[in-house]
């Protein structure tokens, strides 16, 4: 069992940064790869971001390559997300989530996700 907990959510303005950090409960945390999701009011969730277990590999949607960053760290079993240059089009709920493999993580299909942070943009 992992449990997954959101923070570093809140407001700013365009062009500024957030650091969203995830901190997983349980012995097994390196054993899965790490993503983040998001949803904006009115849309589906979607696929950010996702790391590979040991952290060498990381994957991102096209609308944030560029802009954020995922690491992890497994020592502390954490996984972040750095946000540069945002958007208003960046305002969501922020989920982390922990699949087996990173294949399956990007499909939603995950085992855990967390309660998410809400991150707001504004213009």
């Known amino acids: 069992q992992v449990q997954l907990v959101e923070s570093g959510g809140g407001l700013v303005q365009a062009g500024g940064s957030l650091r969203l950090s995830c901190a997983a409960s349980g012995r097994t945390f390196s054993s899965y790869a790490m993503g983040w999701f998001r949803q904006a009011p009115g849309k589906e969730r979607e696929f950010v971001a996702s790391?590979?277990?040991?952290?060498?590999?990381?994957y991102y949607a096209e609308s944030v390559k560029g802009r954020f960053t995922i690491s992890r760290d497994n020592a502390k079993n954490t996984v972040s997300l750095q946000m540069n240059s945002l958007k208003p089009e960046d305002t969501a709920v922020y989920y982390c989530?922990?699949?087996?493999?990173?294949?399956?993580?990007?499909?939603?299909?995950?085992?855990?996700w967390g309660k998410g942070t809400l991150v707001t943009v504004s213009s």
């Open positions: 790391v590979t277990q040991s952290g060498a590999s990381t």
């Open positions: 989530a922990a699949a087996p493999r990173m294949a399956i993580l990007m499909t939603g299909y995950v085992d855990y």
